[in-house]
């Protein structure tokens, strides 16, 4: 069983069944529903219903966007190579177009510029589903009534010196 498990642990804490965990874990190094089956020897109905709950298909989201080249800073290592590549091609043949590195870099801050979007809207998606009401009450001590004298005792009761 322990095959299955990605390569990476999500830090938070995960709110699926260890049976669905290991038909997702299955299905990523798989990719198929039928061999999924086939392997966990389950019908090929209940790993499709798995896989469509939402709280399973979140999680292969979550490590499928964790490893490999959909990791965003393992993109950013492979651009940063193909950019200092292209430099050194360029020095060892004194001659070059910059047309071809002012292209690369146009790509990779193009790319930067993309990802910070997409996380600025994450996080505005994240505080707006955040937002909670909050009713605030005022209770005014002084306005002479029965229950303002009482305040006003209880209030000077703790007040006064022992």
């Known amino acids: ?11 938070e804490v995960l709110d699926i069944s260890p049976e669905s965990l290991e038909i997702a874990n299955c299905y990523l190094q798989n990719q198929d529903a039928a061999d999924v089956a086939s392997v966990l020897n389950i019908p090929q109905s209940l790993v499709t219903q798995t896989l469509q709950r939402k709280d399973v298909r ?25 950019i200092k590549k292209k430099f050194q091609d360029m ?15 146009a790509l990779s801050h193009k790319m930067s510029m993309e990802l910070l979007a997409r996380q600025i ?42």
């Not at 069983?1 to 830090?11: F, G, I, R, V, Y």
């Not at 020095?91 to 870099?105: F, N, R, T, Y």
């Open 1 to 11: 069983m322990s095959q299955n498990l990605p390569s990476t642990t999500p830090a």
């Open 58 to 82: 979140a999680y292969i989201d979550q490590v499928f966007f964790d490893v490999g080249f959909n990791n965003r800073f393992k993109m950013r290592a492979a651009m940063d190579a193909i």
């Open 91 to 105: 020095e060892e043949a004194d001659v070059g177009s910059s047309k071809d590195i002012i292209e690369i870099l």
């Open 121 to 162: 809207e994450l996080e505005k998606i994240q505080v707006a589903n955040n937002i909670k009401n909050q009713v605030n009450v005022q209770i005014n001590g002084s306005d002479g009534s029965k229950y303002g004298q009482l305040i006003n005792q209880l209030v000077n009761l703790d007040a006064a010196p022992k």
